[in-house]
């Protein structure tokens, strides 16, 4: 499986920009790059998921490098309830892709 | 749409002792897997399913069995409990490959805590 690799921890002040980045240099054409983030206490939640393009939702952005070896999650505007942990997950888009492999992610502080 | 139920929340076995946890998803997604999350680390894959009948390990199957008899329900299986299987349990469900808003993106259960003593 493509691996990707997160810094262990980041920290923001709220309502500012937070740029959470990812590496995956092994990904392949079929793969998607996934985001999820936990809460305390919670389970995973997704957030967003790309291919090649940019992606927006209600919750982030997703920027993904021209070579797609790297991709970065926006969260625009910090609040003290995005303080979680993000992983950064390659999918294969094919019929096999039931398999989700979580690293350790990136613990994100926010402070108020 | 309740999305991914997991029953009970919290549980207290001895050693020895059998339960079944409960999962159950309402978006008729194809894809249920169960993963433990062990205090300071990521999630790991016991079992999953891409169907009805049809069930497989994952990176941590031992001591667990699942089975899949409905589109919705995806029970998982301590057989003897010991205390290695302390753990917070998830079940997630998907859709098969892109279809859907989420492109196959996994809808997590809130977990259930397991203290085996």
């Known amino acids: 499986d493509a691996k990707t690799t997160q810094p262990n921890s980041m920290e923001s002040n709220e309502e500012e920009p937070v740029h959470l980045p990812c590496n995956h240099s092994?990904?392949?054409?079929?793969?998607?790059i996934h985001w999820y983030r936990q809460l305390p206490s919670q389970g995973p939640e997704y957030v967003i998921h790309?291919?090649?393009s940019n992606v927006n939702n209600r919750m982030a952005s997703l920027a993904i490098a021209e070579d797609r070896k790297s991709s970065t999650l926006i969260l625009h505007r910090a609040t003290l309830r995005d303080a979680a942990v993000y992983y950064c997950?390659?999918?294969?888009?094919?019929?096999?892709?039931?398999?989700?492999?979580f690293g350790k992610g990136t613990l994100l502080t926010v402070n108020p | 749409n309740a999305g991914v139920t997991q029953t009970p929340k919290f549980q207290v076995l001895k050693t020895g002792q059998s339960m079944t946890l409960q999962c159950a998803q309402d978006?008729?997604?194809?894809?249920m897997s169960w993963y433990r999350q062990d205090p300071g680390m990521g999630l790991r894959l016991i079992h999953y399913s891409v169907g009805a009948g049809i069930t497989d390990q994952g990176e941590v199957p031992n001591g667990y069995n699942v089975s899949r008899s409905t589109t919705e329900d995806f029970p998982l299986r301590l057989l003897s409990a010991a205390p290695s299987q302390t753990s917070v349990y998830f079940c997630?469900?998907?859709?098969?490959?892109?279809?859907?808003?989420?492109?196959?993106?996994?809808?997590f259960g809130s977990g259930t805590r397991l203290t085996v003593v």
């Open positions: 790309g291919l090649t």
């Open positions: 997950i390659l999918r294969y888009s094919g019929g096999s892709n039931y398999k989700l492999t």
């Open positions: 092994t990904i392949s054409g079929t793969d998607y």
């Open positions: 997630a469900s998907s859709y098969f490959g892109q279809r859907g808003p989420r492109g196959a993106g996994y809808t």
């Open positions: 978006m008729n997604h194809e894809y």
